[in-house]
């Protein structure tokens, strides 16, 4: 076994089978969250099995060979838990956080989930319906539409471009061997992360991980995604007409890999846009507002356009997605909130950054990334959701990053990358009934510069 | 060295002369605090005529207040990485920030003048309106949001607090002027009856000195209104189904309800079992058993109440395709049905332990326990409540939980609410 000792209270090993773990001592509380991580997501997938990664996940809380499809969720809440899974890009997780003295059952769970899930045919079945219920409750949502269109437009030839959920077609059709053998192929010690944070000790659970995970056998290789998306050398746009509440666009641009320094350049440039983003996929944006002293607050919805915007910069292996979607205000020409939006962007490129704009949205940044590293949950999902899409030390690494952004480098980061050869703009406007009414109080504002 | 290790870290509290309750809870695991301040302002307190007034004040504290703008507010908070958030929830209008603890001493002052001096700039209030009139029009193409707030109309009759949606109506919201904020803002905005809570890295008997020292002058503005009972409600004669078709949709939201109990009620523990038994435990409960892993039709099917000043609702929520709407229905009145005839020694068991073993983790980050601190402590259930409510999960009977099936869950005496695609009404009935 190869072992380093991190920073103080992490400790990092790898075991002779493959399997990554990462420990983090937090004593506050009598609570501990284990997660185990696979690289294993829709990047994985081609059209024809689109969304299996998703549907893996789900048959992987239908029991195993020694733990039944009950106790997979009974015993976790016996021990006072919480537990879920996700499945996204680049990564499928499953976690559970419950009271310490539960630790070694839950990592014996997620050792059996590594091996030993069952797949029986009338379980598989049931679930088909169940996930395609979890499709079209998402598409009773508009804005699911527009979100998949562009970013199906965005990306061309990347795997990033189908959704995670999969398409219709692909869920009806996909048969049980198909989910079985993805699951036998991406589910090895050798393709997987184990996180525990809270209240352990290291040393003993090393021992105790080393135990319960030593004996699975290491698996295959798993080929890596070979495709890179061609650049783009046009604008590209997207108009949908559904039923709705309001008018929503969207704007993708290309955004840098996590491991890119220009990720740390787009996070503090989301800042002065938007507020920032959080970097934690599952804890997103909860507790936190809007930006009210961000630039596209201030020009769209103080400016009287938008009723709201919101911004999307995920971490992720490959080049993905930056997003910015407004919902306009009603009776609000969504051509005006273009020309706003990109107006702002282009004060970034221009290099029109005060050292107050700088300093606030990495204060912002900074503060944020602290709050995140308060519960044993966030702490061990940002550990695992980094090391998974490339190592936890970028995420330790991140405030470090962020501190060294320039306003030179946000300005050459918007002219490269957002502008308008690079981006796709999605609107969609609601196709039904009559026009909503004019907005309470008579005449709306113009835009700010 | 290492903290404390009890199952709970313990709050203290001091109430001011003006009536404000101050509580603190010390946690050094990180340089972070949240502050949550619970008002009595929620929209059940909205007046007749005006819904959506808790809501719209929630939004317009931080636009403006003493003399400072709603853009140096926004940059007093931001500059500093902190984050502010005011949300007028039913009973309560809350506020929630989250800040590095070097920086309390600011944020208090500020949290203070947001609080006692909003000034309601008329720009602001025109902004806030046409805002919420957008999001009026997203929620009514919202599948969820149409049946759960339908199903509150049809339980709770018109008047009473629990009718009303949170943002109000087009013409509700379109009569409200900055002179109607100011008055619910000066009736409902007091000292007396207001809880501030600030857990994470502070020392807590200096912080409520510090907190006192900032709140103690807060004097009442105007009459002081005392706290609103919430009147008891006959749960219908007869079942009430209500079909509401909307454009464009693939999926069904489906509520069923029933009136449920006041937090202050004695068979709350019993509910909470009740509850976690039916539709909780697990995947959902006996309801996910049924309509998700038996019967695989919905991707989500639960149950939860709302117990608040007044009786809220106890209800059950599934997303199904519109051909299976009348089969998920079914196996929902089968559920609750059954339940009705028995519980088992095993699954109240299960239900308990799970239930009292998750407190901990309840309390476990700084807003998790403010939040939990300031609920219970405006439901009069006291600080040392996270300690008490394992104990008393634990005393419940199997019998209290039939008991309680029995009193909540009567079928015939419910509300159904399908919304999303047009589907016959006759066959759901």
Request: proline share 6%.
């Given at each position: 076994m190869?072992?380093?000792?991190?920073?103080?209270?992490?400790?990092?090993?790898?075991l002779?089978?493959?399997?990554?773990?990462?420990?983090?001592e937090?004593?506050q509380v009598?609570l501990?969250?284990?997660w185990?991580?696979?690289?294993?997501?829709?990047r994985?997938?081609?059209?024809?099995?689109t969304?299996?990664?998703?549907?893996?996940?789900?048959?992987?809380?239908?029991?195993t060979?020694?733990i039944?499809?009950?106790?997979?969720t009974?015993?976790?809440?016996?021990?006072?838990?919480?537990w879920?899974?996700?499945?996204?890009?680049?990564?499928?997780?499953?976690?559970?956080t419950v009271?310490?003295?539960?630790?070694e059952e839950?990592?014996?769970?997620?050792?059996s989930?590594m091996?030993?899930?069952?797949?029986?045919?009338a379980?598989v079945?049931?679930?088909?319906?169940?996930v395609?219920?979890?499709?079209?409750?998402g598409e009773?949502?508009?804005?699911?539409?527009l979100?998949?269109?562009v970013?199906?437009?965005?990306?061309?030839?990347?795997p990033?471009?189908w959704?995670?959920?999969?398409?219709?077609?692909?869920l009806?059709?996909?048969?049980r061997?198909?989910?079985?053998?993805?699951?036998r192929?991406?589910?090895?010690?050798?393709?997987?992360?184990?996180?525990?944070?809270?209240?352990?000790?290291?040393?003993?659970?090393?021992?105790?991980v080393r135990?319960?995970?030593?004996?699975?056998?290491?698996?295959g290789?798993?080929?890596?995604?070979?495709?890179?998306?061609?650049?783009?050398?046009?604008e590209?746009?997207?108009?949908l007409?559904?039923?709705?509440?309001?008018v929503?666009?969207?704007?993708a641009?290309?955004?840098?890999?996590a491991?890119?320094?220009?990720f740390?350049?787009?996070?503090v440039?989301d800042?002065?846009?938007a507020?920032?983003p959080?970097?934690?996929?599952?804890a997103?944006?909860?507790?936190?507002?809007?930006?009210?002293s961000s630039?596209?607050?201030?020009?769209l919805?103080?400016?009287?356009?938008a009723?709201?915007?919101?911004?999307?910069?995920?971490?992720?292996?490959h080049?993905?997605?930056?997003r910015?979607?407004?919902?306009?205000?009603?009776?609000?020409?969504?051509?005006?909130i273009?020309?706003?939006?990109l107006?702002e962007?282009d004060?970034?490129?221009?290099?029109?950054?005060q050292?107050?704009?700088l300093?606030r949205?990495?204060?912002?940044?900074?503060?944020?990334?602290?709050?995140?590293?308060?519960?044993?949950?966030?702490?061990?999902?940002?550990?695992g959701?980094f090391?998974?899409?490339?190592?936890?030390?970028?995420?330790?690494?991140?405030?470090r990053?962020?501190r060294?952004?320039?306003?030179?480098?946000?300005?050459?980061?918007?002219?490269?990358?957002?502008d308008e050869?690079?981006?796709t703009?999605?609107?969609?406007?609601?196709?039904?009934g009559a026009?909503?009414p004019p907005?309470?109080?008579?005449?709306?504002?113009?835009?700010?510069? | 060295?290492m903290p404390?290790?009890?199952?709970?870290?313990?709050?203290?509290?001091?109430r001011?002369?003006?009536?404000?309750?101050?509580?603190?809870?010390?946690n050094?695991?990180?340089?972070s605090?949240?502050?949550r301040v619970?008002?009595?302002?929620?929209?059940?307190?909205d007046?007749?005529?005006?819904?959506g007034?808790?809501?719209?004040?929630?939004?317009l504290?931080?636009r403006?207040a003493?003399?400072?703008?709603?853009?140096?507010?926004a940059e007093?908070?931001?500059?500093?990485?902190a984050t502010?958030?005011?949300?007028?929830?039913r009973?309560?209008?809350?506020?929630?920030?989250?800040?590095?603890?070097?920086?309390?001493?600011?944020?208090?002052?500020?949290?203070?003048?947001?609080?006692?001096?909003?000034t309601?700039?008329d720009?602001e209030?025109?902004r806030?309106?046409e805002s919420?009139?957008?999001?009026i029009?997203?929620r009514?193409?919202d599948?969820?949001?149409v049946?759960?707030e339908?199903?509150?109309?049809?339980?709770?009759?018109?008047?009473?607090?629990?009718?009303?949606?949170?943002?109000?109506?087009?013409?509700?919201i379109?009569?409200?002027?900055?002179d109607d904020?100011?008055?619910?803002?000066?009736?409902r905005?007091?000292?007396?009856?207001?809880?501030?809570?600030l857990?994470?890295?502070?020392?807590?008997?200096?912080?409520?000195?510090?907190?006192a020292a900032v709140?103690?002058?807060?004097r009442?503005?105007?009459?002081?209104e005392?706290?609103?009972?919430?009147?008891?409600?006959?749960p219908p004669?007869?079942?009430?189904?209500?079909?509401?078709?909307?454009?464009g949709?693939t999926q069904?939201d489906?509520?069923?309800?029933?009136?449920?109990?006041?937090?202050?009620s004695?068979?709350l523990?019993?509910a909470?079992?009740?509850?976690?038994?039916?539709g909780?435990?697990?995947l959902g409960?006996?309801l996910?058993?049924?309509?998700?892993e038996?019967?695989?039709?919905?991707?989500?099917?639960?149950?939860r109440f709302?117990?608040?000043?007044?009786a809220?609702p106890?209800?059950?929520r599934?997303?199904?395709?519109?051909?299976?709407?009348?089969?998920?229905v079914?196996?929902i009145?089968?559920?609750?049905?059954?339940?009705?005839?028995g519980v088992?020694?095993?699954e109240?068991?299960?239900?308990?332990?799970a239930?009292?073993a998750?407190v901990?983790?309840y309390?476990?980050?700084?807003?998790?326990?403010?939040a939990f601190?300031?609920?219970?402590?405006?439901?009069?259930?006291?600080?040392?409540?996270?300690?008490?409510?394992?104990?008393?999960i634990?005393?419940?009977e199997?019998r209290?939980?039939?008991?309680?099936?029995?009193?909540?869950?009567?079928l015939g005496r419910?509300?159904l609410v399908?919304?999303?695609?047009?589907?016959?009404?006759e066959?759901?009935?």
């Amino acid at each position: 076994m190869r072992r380093d000792s991190g920073r103080e209270g992490l400790r990092v090993a790898r075991l002779d089978n493959g399997l990554t773990v990462i420990l983090r001592e937090m004593r506050q509380v009598r609570l501990v969250s284990v997660w185990c991580w696979y690289r294993v997501g829709s990047r994985d997938e081609r059209p024809g099995i689109t969304g299996i990664s998703h549907w893996v996940e789900h048959m992987n809380f239908k029991g195993t060979r020694t733990i039944s499809k009950d106790d997979v969720t009974r015993l976790v809440e016996l021990a006072g838990g919480t537990w879920n899974g996700y499945t996204w890009l680049d990564v499928t997780t499953y976690f559970e956080t419950v009271q310490s003295a539960a630790l070694e059952e839950m990592l014996r769970l997620e050792a059996s989930r590594m091996t030993d899930c069952l797949y029986p045919e009338a379980e598989v079945e049931r679930e088909r319906t169940v996930v395609i219920s979890e499709l079209q409750g998402g598409e009773n949502d508009p804005r699911c539409y527009l979100e998949r269109e562009v970013g199906g437009t965005a990306l061309q030839a990347h795997p990033y471009r189908w959704p995670t959920i999969g398409y219709l077609s692909d869920l009806r059709a996909i048969t049980r061997d198909d989910l079985y053998r993805h699951y036998r192929t991406y589910y090895a010690p050798n393709n997987a992360v184990l996180v525990v944070a809270g209240d352990l000790e290291a040393r003993k659970t090393l021992g105790l991980v080393r135990r319960i995970f030593g004996r699975i056998r290491r698996g295959g290789d798993p080929s890596p995604v070979r495709t890179v998306e061609p650049p783009q050398s046009g604008e590209r746009r997207v108009r949908l007409r559904r039923p709705s509440g309001a008018v929503y666009l969207d704007f993708a641009f290309h955004a840098p890999a996590a491991p890119d320094p220009d990720f740390a350049t787009l996070l503090v440039a989301d800042g002065i846009l938007a507020g920032g983003p959080s970097v934690n996929a599952w804890a997103a944006n909860s507790g936190r507002g809007p930006g009210k002293s961000s630039r596209l607050y201030r020009a769209l919805v103080e400016g009287d356009l938008a009723s709201e915007v919101v911004t999307a910069l995920v971490p992720s292996r490959h080049p993905y997605l930056y997003r910015i979607m407004p919902t306009a205000k009603e009776g609000v020409d969504p051509g005006r909130i273009e020309a706003v939006l990109l107006g702002e962007i282009d004060r970034l490129a221009r290099g029109d950054i005060q050292a107050r704009d700088l300093d606030r949205a990495k204060n912002q940044f900074l503060a944020r990334y602290a709050l995140e590293s308060e519960s044993v949950t966030d702490v061990a999902h940002q550990l695992g959701f980094f090391e998974t899409i490339d190592s936890h030390q970028l995420y330790l690494d991140l405030p470090r990053r962020v501190r060294r952004v320039t306003a030179e480098d946000i300005s050459r980061l918007a002219r490269q990358r957002l502008d308008e050869a690079h981006r796709t703009v999605g609107i969609l406007v609601p196709a039904q009934g009559a026009p909503p009414p004019p907005p309470a109080g008579g005449a709306t504002g113009g835009p700010r510069p | 060295m290492m903290p404390a290790r009890s199952v709970t870290i313990p709050a203290r509290s001091v109430r001011l002369d003006n009536g404000l309750l101050l509580i603190a809870r010390e946690n050094r695991a990180a340089r972070s605090i949240a502050a949550r301040v619970v008002v009595e302002a929620g929209c059940a307190f909205d007046p007749p005529g005006k819904e959506g007034t808790a809501a719209l004040l929630a939004g317009l504290l931080d636009r403006g207040a003493g003399n400072l703008s709603a853009e140096a507010i926004a940059e007093g908070f931001e500059f500093l990485g902190a984050t502010y958030v005011a949300r007028a929830q039913r009973d309560t209008l809350d506020i929630e920030i989250r800040l590095l603890s070097e920086h309390l001493p600011q944020i208090l002052d500020r949290l203070r003048l947001l609080l006692v001096e909003p000034t309601f700039p008329d720009e602001e209030v025109r902004r806030e309106k046409e805002s919420t009139l957008t999001a009026i029009a997203e929620r009514e193409q919202d599948t969820a949001s149409v049946a759960e707030e339908a199903l509150a109309a049809a339980l709770f009759p018109a008047g009473h607090p629990y009718h009303s949606r949170r943002l109000g109506t087009r013409e509700s919201i379109r009569g409200i002027g900055r002179d109607d904020l100011r008055s619910f803002h000066r009736a409902r905005l007091r000292p007396a009856g207001t809880i501030l809570v600030l857990a994470g890295d502070l020392e807590a008997d200096r912080t409520l000195d510090r907190a006192a020292a900032v709140f103690g002058a807060w004097r009442d503005g105007g009459t002081a209104e005392p706290r609103v009972a919430v009147p008891d409600v006959r749960p219908p004669e007869a079942p009430v189904t209500i079909v509401r078709p909307i454009e464009g949709k693939t999926q069904a939201d489906i509520a069923l309800g029933f009136v449920g109990l006041p937090r202050r009620s004695p068979d709350l523990p019993a509910a909470m079992v009740l509850n976690n038994v039916l539709g909780e435990f697990g995947l959902g409960g006996r309801l996910g058993k049924a309509v998700r892993e038996r019967a695989g039709l919905a991707y989500y099917a639960y149950s939860r109440f709302a117990p608040g000043l007044g009786a809220g609702p106890f209800l059950v929520r599934a997303g199904v395709a519109s051909g299976r709407v009348t089969r998920a229905v079914g196996l929902i009145r089968r559920t609750i049905q059954a339940l009705r005839c028995g519980v088992t020694p095993a699954e109240v068991k299960d239900s308990k332990r799970a239930l009292s073993a998750s407190v901990p983790r309840y309390m476990e980050t700084n807003p998790e326990a403010a939040a939990f601190l300031a609920d219970a402590a405006f439901y009069g259930l006291g600080i040392d409540y996270p300690d008490r409510l394992p104990a008393q999960i634990e005393a419940v009977e199997r019998r209290e939980v039939e008991a309680a099936a029995g009193k909540y869950l009567t079928l015939g005496r419910h509300v159904l609410v399908v919304a999303g695609p047009q589907i016959k009404e006759e066959e759901i009935r």
